[in-house]
């Protein structure tokens, strides 16, 4: 099993940035694909962005891209998601996500979650 516990959220003018953290305990992540999803009031939970395991490949969402960076620590059994320019439309609940099967953007693919933390941007 893997625990995930995101922080960073918090609420931040638009055009603010933000630096999101999951920390994973349980299991090393190591030869985990990780990724961060988001789900804004009376949407479905949607793609952000995510690394593979090795940490060759990265994966963004469109709306996030140029603006949002994934990075991931194996030391620190951690991942992170930088966010620039945000805007009130990113404005939801983020949940780090961990899985083993390809597929990034697929929630599907994904074993293990998170509870979320909230990013709110006013505008």
């Known amino acids: 099993q893997v625990q995930l516990v995101e922080s960073g959220g918090g609420l931040v003018q638009a055009g603010g940035s933000l630096r999101l953290s999951c920390t994973a305990s349980g299991r090393t992540i190591s030869r985990y694909n990780m990724g961060w999803f988001r789900q804004a009031p009376g949407k479905e939970r949607e793609f952000v962005a995510a690394v593979g395991w090795s940490s060759i490949t990265t994966s963004y969402a469109d709306p996030v891209k140029g603006r949002f960076t994934i990075s991931r620590d194996n030391a620190k059994n951690a991942v992170y998601l930088q966010m620039n320019k945000l805007a009130p439309e990113d404005t939801a609940v983020y949940y780090c996500?961990?899985?083993?099967?390809?597929?990034?953007?697929?929630?599907?693919?994904?074993?293990?979650w998170g509870q979320g933390t909230q990013v709110t941007v006013s505008s």
């Open positions: 996500a961990a899985g083993q099967t390809y597929g990034l953007g697929y929630p599907e693919n994904y074993d293990y």
